[in-house]
C-alpha cells in the first residue's frame, strides 16, 4: 500500500516538473512577444515626435511665398 502511494506521489512530481518547465517556456514566450509588441508600437511613436515637427516646418515653409 505504501509502496503505491510513493509510486503515485513520484509520478504526480514527474508531471508537476513538466508542467513547471511548461509554464516557465510560455511565460518567456509572452514575455517576448510583449517587449517585440512594445518596440513595435512605441519606436514609431518616438520618431514620428521628431519627424512631424520637420514635415510641419517644411509645409508651413512652402506657403510662406504665396501670402
Do not use: C, H
Not at 508542467?19 to 517556456?25: A, H, L, M, Q, T
Not at 512577444?33 to 512605441?42: C, V
Amino acid at each position: 500500500m505504501e509502496q503505491e502511494i510513493k509510486n503515485k506521489l513520484d509520478a504526480q512530481e514527474i508531471k508537476l516538473t513538466a508542467i513547471y518547465e511548461s509554464v516557465e517556456k510560455t511565460r518567456k514566450y509572452f514575455l517576448t512577444m510583449l517587449w517585440i509588441t512594445g518596440l513595435t508600437i512605441f519606436l514609431p511613436l518616438i520618431g514620428l515626435m521628431f519627424v512631424i515637427p520637420a514635415f510641419l516646418n517644411t509645409y508651413t515653409k512652402s506657403f510662406e511665398g504665396l501670402l
